[in-house]
């Protein structure tokens, strides 16, 4: 009786365990495979297809234009040299750019700001004009502002309440009036810029004292994919406990491996101890 229970005790086994698994992955139909693999293509074709494209416009719409605008204010003599350099395809785009360092050197000293003081004056005389001048230049200075002004860490605050954190950009200390009249709030008084999600070309002006934040090791890049993405791509993170306990995993790696094995990879390697020989004698 027990040789026969332990038989079919082993036969129920056999059954439910042994070699074949009790719970069998699910297989994916041929469907289903072909739409992973069709998505996964989106996903690698989209971002090349749309850079070629938007580069293709931009090399054949406003750098042509630009070009063909720069050649046709160029003197024709009807030499060989003005007619290849008619037709030789981006020489306006680099008249343009040489012409714009040409003005930048010449703005930077006091004749050149002197002039561009007048022409500002004879520009705010006009009512509808004045005002388009003053929100490009302000655009245009914002976007190409020196790196004291750009955003140089990242954090996060307690905003728009407590117990809700959102991730900011710091601008920098604040200043001026604005100081002044928040000097109740303590010092280090710091500017912080909260983007939008997923535009963060929009968002809100803060001022925060600095004690409330807590800054992230992240760069400005890692955070704007954040922002970007809704928090679905974050950048990679190893915490200063996770890198000492490879850093321990790793010594106690090396320190197992066998002595033949570190005496093989030593050879080589200038040794650091001193030879025991006796002195020489001359004679």
Do not use: C
């Not at 038989?7 to 699910?26: F, H, R």
């Not at 037709?87 to 930048?104: E, K």
């Not at 491996?257 to 650091?272: A, D, V, W």
Request: hydrophobic share 40%; net charge positive; glycine share 8%.
């Amino acid at each position: 009786m027990s040789s026969k229970n332990k038989n079919s005790d082993g036969d129920k086994s056999s059954q439910l365990g042994g070699e074949t698994p009790l719970i069998k992955p699910a297989k994916q139909s041929l469907g289903s495979n072909l739409r992973s693999s069709f998505f996964a293509g989106i996903v690698v074709a989209a971002p090349i297809g749309i850079t070629i494209a938007l580069v293709y416009w931009f090399v054949t719409g406003p750098m042509a234009k630009l070009d063909s605008v720069v050649k046709q204010t160029l003197p024709d003599g009807g030499s060989t040299v003005e007619r290849v350099l008619q037709v030789l395809p981006g020489f306006g785009v680099l008249i343009a750019v040489l012409a714009l360092i040409i003005l930048g050197a010449i703005t930077k000293n006091f004749v050149g700001r002197s002039f561009i003081r007048v022409g500002e004056r004879l520009v705010d005389s006009v009512p509808v004009v004045r005002n388009l001048y003053r929100f490009f230049k302000n655009v245009f200075e914002t976007a190409l502002q020196q790196s004291d002004r750009s955003f140089k860490q990242v954090a996060l605050i307690e905003y728009p309440r407590r117990g809700s954190w959102s991730m900011a950009f710091v601008v920098g200390d604040a200043k001026g009036e604005i100081v002044e009249t928040l000097d109740d709030q303590g010092e280090n008084l710091t500017a912080l810029f909260v983007p939008t999600v997923p535009n963060p070309t929009s968002g809100y002006l803060l001022f925060i004292p600095r004690d409330d934040l807590r800054i992230l090791s992240m760069t400005i890049e890692e955070a704007a994919k954040v922002v970007f993405s809704l928090g679905l791509v974050v950048p990679e993170y190893t915490s200063p406990a996770e890198a000492v306990k490879k850093l321990e995993t790793m010594a106690d790696l090396a320190s197992k491996e066998p002595p033949m094995k570190r005496r093989f990879f030593s050879l080589g390697r200038p040794s650091n101890r001193r030879s025991a020989a006796s002195p020489l004698h001359h004679d």
